[in-house]
């Protein structure tokens, strides 16, 4: 593994959803954000930890 | 969508280092591994998905992994400084490929239904005060024929605390959402799951509790005081004491906790 600390695990993305809308999330590597397109909220992960709090999340437009 | 006031870390880097300093590394509950085993005695963990609810720090969801066999374990905390401090000891002990940590809000579980093979808990859902929304949570991110195994500090009954048990409450300092194990039981039930099954670790808890209080009064003084401060471990002293009484009555009552969702 290249970046021990900052790549998560595929698997867990299967799994995990958007605590909003209970949707779907797709995940950005290079910007290591968690995006969920149907809240328009980009969430963190930083130092490899997803942080799933809203209030910590970046606003993005939808597309 | 129901916004959550935001969430303020009780856990301080100088209460973790403490109770650490008493429970080990990596737990902020008592008992150690042999505990956690007791708590998954007779449940297969190996190859399997599971989820940590409330891992503080992560000693129990690395030891889920490394000593239990578990193929891949998800450890969720409401606080930022405890997942930090789990997250690089995975990679301290290799195992950050098989257990992931992540920062949640309070609330529903960010997971899909079905997703988790065993969820598992220490002493952690004392945090949250609505056990009914809590175990459909938990039963909904099950898969069927999944267990839940954990284990809580449990009010003895639904009334008003005791003086007593107020005092020691106030002590802590913590936000509990304390409940009885007949709430546990309802919650569980009408959540769906089956086979539910509860035990009263009161009587363990009450030996382990004063070997606890007696080390802090003297042997582990000095590492303690080092590691937090000498406030920090004299306030305990005194919550361990309020603690104890309330254990020696039985309202103060950790139980381990059992349900399966049945498959199909």
Known sequence: MADPA?????????????????GPLDYDAERQELISRQAGLAYPIRDGIPIMLPDEAREIKAD | MTESPAHEDEYTDELIEFLESLWGWGFLSPGGPEEVARVLEGIDLSGKRVLDIGCGSGGIALSLARDHGAGAVVGIDVEGPVVRKAKARAAELGLAARVDFQQVAPGPLPFEAESFDIVFSKDSMIHIPDKEDLFADI???LKPGG????????IAHDDAPS??????????????????????????????FHNVHLVNRNAWYVGI?????????????????AASSPATVDHNIGTWTAMLSVLETGEHCPHHLHGLKPAG
């Open chain 1, 6 to 22: 900052g790549d998560i695990d595929p698997k867990l993305l299967e799994f995990l959803v958007c605590p909003v809308t209970h």
């Open chain 2, 139 to 141: 039963f909904r991110v």
């Open chain 2, 147 to 154: 267990r839940i195994a954990a284990s809580d500090w449990m």
């Open chain 2, 163 to 192: 003086p007593a048990m107020k005092h020691y409450l106030e002590m802590e300092g913590l936000s509990f959402g304390m409940a009885s194990p007949d709430r546990y039981r309802r919650a569980m039930k009408s959540a769906g």
């Open chain 2, 209 to 225: 509790a004063r070997e606890e209080l007696a080390q802090l009064k003297g042997p582990l003084y000095e590492k303690a005081a």
